[in-house]
């Protein structure tokens, strides 16, 4: 396993369109979190899946973000009608169990960054 | 609500030099506490977690960290610094609860610049 991977690594895109950016974990982790990082800032909690539910979303998570993790492998987080604030880079992480030494065990992906102009 | 305050947004050391880095959070308790490093466009990685146990924990690449529980302190510290140590440095706690989601809360990170 090369670990997590997410793609694209970066995406340009205009004010107003949407993106969509992938995210496949560790085939065994049944966890799998979404963050964001802007500039200057540490990563910040968007949402977490376990296995294919959605059990938590950070209020960072307008109604313009979706996330969805089909079949509890891979994940998608979507963004509607982009604007500038959106522009940073999103890490996608994945962990395995539910005790705490497990479910903490992340490991992060490379992340897509985001560009919005 | 939990924090975690790296006071330090930038520190240069000397290749070879000590180096640490201060992390204080705010919990109602211990917290788990964990550090990670971020090379430039690249993801986080794990150096080092503290869960309970030994207050001194070490970590990879020779990196240590001590937990103070009166000063809700969390530093990491190396006694020699490498070049290739250059990187950004994030403190990050965990809610300790059992049925937690499991999700961090980190720091704004310290960037680390090696001088030769």
């Known amino acids: 396993d090369t670990g997590v991977s997410q793609d694209p690594r970066h995406k340009i895109t205009k004010r107003g369109q949407n993106v969509t950016f992938r995210c496949d974990p560790i085939?065994?982790?049944?966890?799998l979190y979404w963050y964001r990082q802007t500039l200057g800032q540490g990563p910040e909690f968007l949402t977490y899946?376990?296995?294919?539910?959605?059990?938590?979303k950070s209020r960072l998570l307008s109604d313009r973000f979706s996330a969805e993790r089909p079949k509890g492998s891979f994940s998608t987080l979507e963004i509607q009608r982009t604007e500038q604030g959106d522009s940073a880079m999103y890490l996608c992480?994945?962990?395995?169990?539910?005790?705490?030494?497990?479910?903490?065990?992340?490991?992060f992906g490379s992340g897509t960054r985001l560009t919005v102009v | 609500a939990q924090s975690v305050t790296q006071p330090d947004i930038h520190i240069t050391v000397s290749e070879g030099a000590s180096l640490e880095l201060r992390c204080n959070y705010s919990?109602?308790?211990?917290?788990?506490l964990f550090w990670y490093v971020q090379s430039p466009g690249q993801g986080l990685q794990l150096l080092l977690k503290?869960?309970?146990?030994?207050?001194l924990v070490q970590g990879i690449k020779g990196f240590e960290a001590e937990f103070k529980r009166s000063q809700s302190s969390f530093n990491l510290r190396k006694p020699s610094v490498h070049w290739s140590d250059a990187a950004e440095y994030f403190c990050?706690?965990?809610?300790?609860?059992?049925?937690?989601?499991?999700?961090?809360?980190f720091g704004k990170g310290t960037k680390l610049s090696v001088k030769p």
């Open positions: 992480a994945s962990s395995l169990g539910d005790a705490p030494s497990y479910a903490y065990g992340y490991t």
């Open positions: 085939s065994e982790h049944n966890r």
């Open positions: 899946f376990q296995n294919e539910a959605q059990l938590e």
């Open positions: 919990y109602g308790a211990t917290p788990y």
């Open positions: 503290y869960f309970s146990g030994d207050t």
């Open positions: 990050a706690v965990g809610e300790p609860m059992r049925g937690s989601q499991g999700n961090l809360i």
